[in-house]
């Protein structure tokens, strides 16, 4: 039985809009944003695109999350915090491993594999669906000032008292036994 939803014990905040020309809300991955390690897993981060963010937004960050990894705290497969307010949109394979195509200043954190990458979606064979929550956190400041080599956790202690907006959209993978 799937976790609940992660986000419902964080702060309401006004939601805003996002979208991706990889991901759609409730469906499964597409193959290219499953794990390497998948037959035709490539690892590569969704393009996203967001709108509407509430007034007075100075920066934002983009996780993307499971909650239903067999861990007892979830899987965090991407972070990427201090995305200016002006930018509104990531191209697809901006989490790679150089994360050349982010907007000057923005920054990956170790995923729960400790690489500094988007890392596909790979669910253990026979586990049962999970969700990955793919999220644009709109904020009130203009850097988190959380270290580069922090973990996903942190950067979202760290945003819990600077939210101002949420985009959410949900993925799903399941590997077969």
Known sequence: MPANDPF?????????????ENVT??????PAQLSSGLPGGEDRSP????????EGTKSYAVTVYDP???????????AVTDIPATV???PEGAGDEKGAQL????YQLPNDARLPHYIGAAPPAGHGPHRYFVVVHALDIPATGVPA?????????????????????????ETSA
């Open 88 to 90: 509104t949109e990531l």
């Open 149 to 173: 080599e922090a973990t996903p956790a942190l950067l979202g202690f760290t945003m819990a008292g600077h939210p101002l907006g949420r985009a959410v959209l949900t993925a799903t993978a």
């Open 8 to 20: 419902a014990r964080l702060p309401e905040v006004a939601s805003f809009t996002v979208t991706s």
């Open 47 to 54: 393009q996203l695109s967001w709108s509407g963010a509430p």
């Open 68 to 78: 239903d990894a067999p861990t007892g705290s979830g899987f965090w497969h991407w």
């Open 25 to 30: 809300d409730g469906a499964p991955w597409r």
């Open 103 to 106: 907007p000057e200043g923005a």
